[in-house]
């Protein structure tokens, strides 16, 4: 079965940092893309930023500079350190891994809210 393991959310003020952290199931090679997005109640879950296999990243505009992912293979794992968080980064945030067999699988979600 596989699992995506999401840890690191919380509650933190406007100018803080948080760190999120997803586990996955299977092996780095298993696994061509990874990422974070996130939703808040009324609207589309969005990209946050993707990392590829090769180490390739793209981020949404409004966190560019401020927001960094990162991929270790030998654990496969994803990271997502969030600097300079703002109220509007409030939201839940998600991890997604794009299986070469079994397609794209979603984590369950943690909760980030920036107080101002």
């Known amino acids: 079965q596989v699992q995506l393991v999401e840890s690191g959310g919380g509650l933190v003020q406007a100018g803080g940092s948080l760190r999120l952290s997803c586990a996955a199931s299977?092996?780095?090679?298993?696994?061509?893309?990874m990422g974070w997005y996130r939703q808040v109640p009324g609207k589309q879950r969005e990209l946050v930023a993707t990392?590829?296999?090769?180490?390739?990243?793209n981020y949404a505009d409004s966190v560019k500079g401020r927001f960094t992912i990162s991929r270790d293979n030998a654990k496969n794992t994803v990271n997502l350190q969030m600097n300079s968080l703002k109220p509007e980064d409030t939201a839940v945030y998600y991890c997604n891994a794009q299986y070469r067999i079994w397609g794209s699988k979603w984590g369950q979600g943690t909760q980030v809210t920036v107080s101002s």
């Open positions: 299977g092996t780095w090679i298993s696994i061509s893309a």
């Open positions: 990392i590829g296999s090769g180490g390739g990243t």
